[in-house]
């Protein structure tokens, strides 16, 4: 069955320092795969997504994530996190006409 | 330009009561998704539309759920007969349709929170 897998419930990083968020995706020789973000009280926002070609997807706000078919892997990361950035990060992957897999989040919390 | 939007956002209901939440997709957008996201867990897949047409009911839970969308915009998801392991956020997508067999990006409401107690 696919599954997403986000390995790390809950993540504490000081203002400034350098984030990296991991997914695992178990389906899929060309995966779709998206990185969603949540405020509390908000709905998904998208940050950015790959369906093909360079592997190295920029999004909004600063986010990129880097695809590596090698090891199912769609980690997130940012190299300078802002006190805005705390919120739940999400990454799913499409399937068969629009069928999203979610994983369960990663929780972000940020150090001033 | 408008987004998703759903109501209600707020959502309390007695056990054995029948609830309607309701959807508005991005105008134009031919798909429609529910998800259920249950407190600390990712959203998961309930069912989808293609304009009217339900192609996916995969992930209702039991036979108490029922969505529509009989004029290829709005759609309602209701719950019969609520009970406490319903308590959740329910979760509407709008998306154009890809090409066939791809996938397309999903565009999310703010959700509705329901709380049955």
């Known amino acids: 069955a696919q599954s997403v897998t986000q390995p790390d419930i809950h993540i504490t990083v000081s203002e400034g320092a350098s984030l990296e968020l991991r997914c695992n995706y178990s389906?899929?020789?060309?995966?779709?795969l998206f990185w969603y973000v949540q405020s509390p009280g908000q709905g998904l926002q998208l940050l950015l997504k790959y369906f093909s070609g360079d592997t190295l997807v920029q999004g909004i706000k600063g986010f990129e994530a880097e695809f590596k078919r090698s090891q199912s892997s769609f980690n997130l990361r940012k190299p300078s996190v802002h006190w805005s950035d705390a919120a739940e990060y999400f990454c799913?992957?499409?399937?068969?006409?629009?069928?999203?897999?979610f994983g369960s989040g990663t929780k972000l919390n940020v150090k001033p | 330009g408008a987004g998703v939007s759903q109501s209600p956002r707020y959502k309390v209901a007695k056990r054995g009561q029948d609830v309607a939440l309701r959807c508005d997709p991005i105008?134009?957008?031919?798909?429609l998704f529910w998800y259920q996201q249950a407190l600390g867990q990712g959203p998961e897949f309930l069912t989808y539309f293609q304009n009217e047409a339900q192609l996916d009911k995969s992930g209702l839970p039991s036979d108490r759920f029922f969505a529509e969308r009989p004029e290829g915009s709005v759609s309602t998801l209701k719950i019969q007969r609520t009970q406490q392991e319903d308590s959740a956020v329910y979760l509407c997508a709008s998306s154009l349709p890809g090409t066939s067999g791809n996938t397309d990006t999903q565009y999310f409401g703010p959700g509705t929170r329901l709380t049955v107690l």
């Open positions: 389906y899929g020789a060309t995966p779709y």
């Open positions: 105008s134009g957008h031919v798909s």
């Open positions: 799913a992957e499409g399937y068969n006409f629009n069928k999203f897999y």
